[in-house]
């Protein structure tokens, strides 16, 4: 096994150049390196391999699969790494881990080597910690710095690693290195607000973080990383869509309402953390398909709700709880461009708080409407509800459509009516 070095043709190692011309078969892990292409003719690459595999881990073990059953047909095979097969280089810890295989290996500089060169900085003496950035909530918990991140070749590893900070560095930037030692090469400092946003990562991107405010979060991270390895490992969780999470999400949401009525503290953590796995693991399968990771979630909902409290963040006043669902409902009026003040009510609800919902607005807007008579007293509501169950059961009506139906011709009235006041 031999590294190609950082960078270009100019930094393989003569020892490894040597090895290629002698070996009867060349096996490439990428071909995306800028020093391989010399050493392309005739070898084997497994870039098909990434695409092929369902996770990073799945494919490193078809390589080395690949790679053990090609030395017992020849003896002998070289296997080319970018960089030094020594750093960050899983198929190197597989290799080492075959009983039946010998391995010699022909170091190679590194990233490393040319990343201290541009930050000028000792990693001895300065105590750098390096962390896979594809792993980062795991590896930097606990951490403060000095890290350097390597392999943050997406912009979901780069939300990720900002999900992993409670607080960003003092200074609020982080230098960014990338495709060092290359005419591309570029050296920038990065707002750690906008990191995930303001850089287009590559492979050959790496983060250099001297100080962060806090440490890394730990359990939040650590349950993100175990959301992600259920969903590659377990046959469950890989079978899963939004869809078929909806009636689990539910079910918890209804349970965590159980544990709120039944007063047990344990419990009621116990359920929200079910509701929280639901929150992440939706999240996992949008990020899998490029669209949000829970990093985009926590955003959204943290600049929604500096929006909606401008009586907390804006000078705005409003000392009432009403005063603030005025403020709140006119914010998001506004944000959602919505004619109607039924609009955004969600048909899912069940019927009962739909009704509620559809008659709060309407009361809301000053819309009067004729009254069912004066009905049971406060204390005898629920009884009648029940009772009215029970009609409904006698006459083989589903009382949940029923109330829905009811209350959809209302709500169009409504909106009739709402339309003609202007």
């Known amino acids: 096994m031999a590294g190609l070095g950082p960078a270009g043709p100019d930094l393989v190692p003569l020892a490894a150049a040597a090895a290629i011309e002698q070996a009867a078969s060349v096996f490439v892990r990428t071909a995306r390196h800028p020093a391989a292409a010399p050493y392309l003719g005739g070898a084997v690459t497994f870039d098909a391999v990434y695409d092929d595999a369902p996770s990073l881990d799945a494919a490193y073990r078809a390589m080395v699969d690949r790679l053990v059953a090609a030395a017992a047909r020849h003896g002998e095979v070289v296997y080319l790494v970018p960089g030094s097969p020594l750093v960050a280089e899983r198929t190197v810890e597989l290799l080492r881990a075959e009983a039946d295989v010998e391995l010699r290996v022909i170091p190679a500089p590194s990233f490393l080597d040319l990343a201290w060169d541009r930050l000028a900085v000792d990693p001895l003496r300065a105590g750098v910690r390096l962390v896979d950035g594809q792993r980062f909530a795991a590896e930097a918990a606990g951490e403060r710095g000095p890290l350097l991140v390597a392999q943050c070749d997406s912009p979901n590893v780069l939300s990720e690693v900002k999900l992993a900070v409670d607080d960003g560095p003092p200074a609020a930037?982080?230098?960014?290195?990338?495709?060092?030692?290359?005419?591309?090469?570029?050296?920038?400092?990065?707002?750690?607000?906008?990191?995930?946003?303001?850089?287009?990562?590559?492979?050959?991107?790496?983060?250099?973080?001297?100080?962060?405010?806090?440490?890394?979060?730990?359990?939040?991270?650590?349950?993100?990383?175990?959301?992600?390895?259920?969903?590659?490992?377990?046959?469950?969780?890989?079978?899963?869509?939004?869809?078929?999470?909806?009636?689990?999400?539910?079910?918890?949401?209804?349970?965590?309402?159980?544990?709120?009525?039944?007063?047990?503290?344990?419990?009621?953590?116990?359920?929200?953390?079910?509701?929280?796995?639901?929150?992440?693991f939706h999240a996992r399968l949008?990020?899998?398909?490029?669209?949000?990771?829970?990093?985009?979630?926590?955003?959204?909902?943290?600049?929604?709700?500096?929006?909606?409290?401008?009586?907390?963040?804006?000078?705005?006043?409003?000392?009432?709880?009403?005063e603030v669902v005025a403020n709140w409902e006119a914010i998001k009026a506004a944000e959602k461009g919505r004619s109607s003040v039924m609009d955004g009510i969600p048909a899912a609800l069940p019927s009962l708080l739909h009704a509620l919902k559809v008659q709060r607005r309407a009361a809301s807007a000053g819309y009067s409407w004729p009254p069912a008579g004066d009905g049971p007293a406060t204390a005898d509501l629920g009884p009648a509800l029940f009772a009215l169950v029970d009609v409904a059961r006698r006459a083989d009506v589903d009382p949940e459509a029923a109330l829905r139906h009811a209350t959809v011709a209302f709500r169009d009235g409504f909106r009739s009516w709402e339309t003609s006041v202007g």
């Open 173 to 280: 930037y982080v230098t960014v290195l990338q495709r060092l030692g290359l005419p591309g090469e570029e050296i920038t400092e990065v707002a750690w607000a906008e990191l995930d946003r303001a850089v287009e990562p590559d492979h050959l991107t790496t983060l250099w973080v001297p100080e962060l405010a806090a440490p890394v979060g730990r359990e939040l991270v650590a349950f993100g990383e175990l959301v992600r390895t259920l969903r590659e490992r377990c046959p469950w969780d890989r079978q899963q869509t939004h869809q078929s999470l909806r009636r689990h999400l539910l079910e918890e949401a209804y349970e965590t309402v159980e544990a709120i009525d039944g007063g047990d503290a344990d419990h009621l953590a116990e359920e929200l953390g079910d509701v929280l796995f639901q929150v992440f």
């Open 286 to 322: 949008a990020a899998e398909a490029g669209q949000f990771t829970v990093a985009d979630v926590a955003r959204g909902i943290t600049e929604k709700l500096v929006r909606r409290h401008p009586h907390v963040f804006a000078g705005v006043v409003a000392d009432t709880p009403a």
